[in-house]
């Protein structure tokens, strides 16, 4: 078997904690849940990180990037008649939420963990910036008007997470198309069309 470089060897241990936290959650998995997946000592995981929150905001700012890859990719091949339809259907897409509950337990955690908190924050950014895109996008090919793109995608930023934290939540009252329902009716108010 090939030795790894160390750069491939950091990379899997990202992507082994990464898998593991998605079943165990962020504050729910440790240290040796990660090394009993990649069947190694911790001493392994200390040589590549300083710490378990090094770990963990390194396999944050990993989801981070990939979920805003796919996204991006995701919406690649639309039309600007249908791409704010194209993304709400993508972040309703995981059946189990597994990646909602990510997120959550991140900016949970990050409230008592600095190095996460900017972390998470730049994430914030990253997704404000990509829904102020798709709603001057949708200005653009006369979907609507919205005076303040930026607001508006706060906006809508806040109701995504608000309705998908619940609807993570076992025995919820809401359905994912109440959800898609409530986020078309939001969407299209910010674009100050019709609610139908």
């Given at each position: 078997?090939k030795r790894?470089s160390?750069e491939?060897?950091?990379a899997q ?7 593991v936290?998605?079943?165990?959650g962020l504050?729910g998995t440790?240290t040796?849940?990660?090394?009993r ?13 300083r ?9 944050v700012?990993t989801?981070i990037t990939?979920?805003i890859?796919a ?14 339809e194209?993304?709400i259907d993508?972040m309703?897409?995981d059946?189990?939420?597994r990646?909602?509950?990510?997120w959550?337990?991140?900016?949970e955690e ?9 972390i ?6 990253q997704w ?16 609507g ?6 607001n508006?995608?706060w ?7 608000g ?7 076992d ?9 898609k ?5 939001q969407?299209?108010m ?7």
């Open positions: 078997m790894l160390g491939e060897r950091r241990i990202v992507e082994s904690a990464y898998t936290i998605l079943e165990k504050a440790a040796r849940d990660v090394t997946k990649l069947g190694v000592g911790s001493g392994l995981l200390h040589h590549y990180f710490s378990w929150g090094d770990l963990r905001a390194e396999v700012k989801f990939k979920e890859e996204l991006k990719h995701a919406l690649s091949d639309s039309a600007s008649d249908n791409m704010l194209r993304f993508w309703i897409a059946p189990e939420f990646f909602w509950r990510l959550l337990d991140a900016i990050a409230r008592r963990d600095p190095e996460l908190a900017s998470v924050q730049e994430g914030h950014v404000h910036e990509t829904i102020t895109k798709l709603i001057r996008q949708s200005v653009d090919a006369g979907l008007t919205c005076e303040t793109p930026e508006a995608a906006r809508v930023s806040a109701l995504i997470d309705l998908m934290g619940m609807l993570a939540l025995g919820t009252p809401l359905t994912k198309e109440l959800v329902k409530l986020l078309h009716e969407v299209a910010e674009l100050c069309r019709d609610i139908r």
